[in-house]
Nanobody
Framework: QVQLVESGGGLVEAGNSLRLSCAASGRTFSSYVMAWFRQAPGKEREFVAATSRYGGSTLSSDSVKGRFGISRDNAKNTVYLQMNVLKPEDTAVYYC???????????????WGQGTQVTVSS
């Protein structure tokens, strides 16, 4: 089992950057695929990006490709989401998730953090 705690959210103007962090408890962090999802008010939770156990493979959604990057540091039990050129439509609660398979499907992820709010003003 793993517990996940996100941080780094906040209010930022469009065009700027933020880096989200997700710290995981436990000694088996490298055994999990890690992902970021987001949920805007009134919308379903959607996939943002995912990374394989050692970071060799990544996936990202078309809406963030070229602007967001996912990375992980297994020595620190932490996964990051670097968000550049932020847009108002990126406003959402961002969730960190852990699972067994590299996937865009949220049902593939068994463990979730509480989320961190990102608000992008125009």
């Amino acid at each position: 089992q793993v517990q996940l705690v996100e941080s780094g959210g906040g209010l930022v103007e469009a065009g700027n950057s933020l880096r989200l962090s997700c710290a995981a408890s436990g000694r088996t962090f490298s055994s999990y695929v890690m992902a970021w999802f987001r949920q805007a008010p009134g919308k379903e939770r959607e996939f943002v990006a995912a990374t394989s156990r050692y970071g060799g493979s990544t996936l990202s959604s078309d809406s963030v490709k070229g602007r967001f990057g996912i990375s992980r540091d297994n020595a620190k039990n932490t996964v990051y989401l670097q968000m550049n050129v932020l847009k108002p439509e990126d406003t959402a609660v961002y969730y960190c998730a852990a699972g067994a398979f590299l996937s865009r499907d949220l049902t593939s992820y068994n463990y979730w953090g509480q989320g961190t709010q990102v608000t992008v003003s125009s």
